[in-house]
């Protein structure tokens, strides 16, 4: 025989407290448990007891009382990292170099000297699409 449990109301997920999930997990961390048996015994999915069992392992579910929430109009701050400038990589003023491309669409193109890599680029695109930008 097979136990129903109605939830009537505008409500239909059921609320866990957090004691009741500590000792849900504290059972199924039994070393003779299983997971499936233990969520079965206590009609939940085993897919939300891992993931109960997962929040208790690395503290995220525990025994204290949760903080308060935070107000929309509270003040919050962001993790910033100020990083130094890059400087531009540039070849020495002495060397002399070529490159040449040559697209899928047949189209090939040679690069000899110093170019702009802003200039480079939208040419590399213009002949990458096929079509003249």
């Known amino acids: 025989m097979t136990t129903v449990t109605v939830l009537s109301g505008p ?3 059921r609320r866990w407290t957090t004691a009741e ?12 448990a299983s997971v499936v048996e233990v ?7 085993p897919n939300l ?16 009382p949760e903080p ?9 701050f962001a993790a910033v990292s ?7 990589l540039t ?3 002495g060397a002399c170099g070529a490159i040449e491309i040559e697209f899928a669409a047949g189209a090939r193109m040679r690069i000899t000297g110093a170019v702009d890599a802003a ?5 590399v695109a213009a002949l990458a699409d096929g079509a003249a930008r």
């Not at 308060?68 to 919050?76: A, C, F, G, K, T």
């Open 11 to 13: 409500e239909r997920r």
């Open 21 to 32: 999930k500590l000792r849900i997990v504290e059972e199924s961390l039994v070393p003779a």
């Open 39 to 45: 969520a079965r015994r206590h009609d939940v999915h």
């Open 49 to 64: 007891l891992t993931v109960w069992r997962r929040q208790a392992r690395t503290g995220v579910l525990a025994s204290e």
């Open 68 to 76: 308060p929430s935070r107000q929309d109009d509270e003040v919050r």
């Open 82 to 88: 100020v990083t130094p400038d890059r400087q531009p």
């Open 91 to 93: 070849a020495p003023s």
């Open 119 to 123: 200039t480079l680029k939208a040419v």
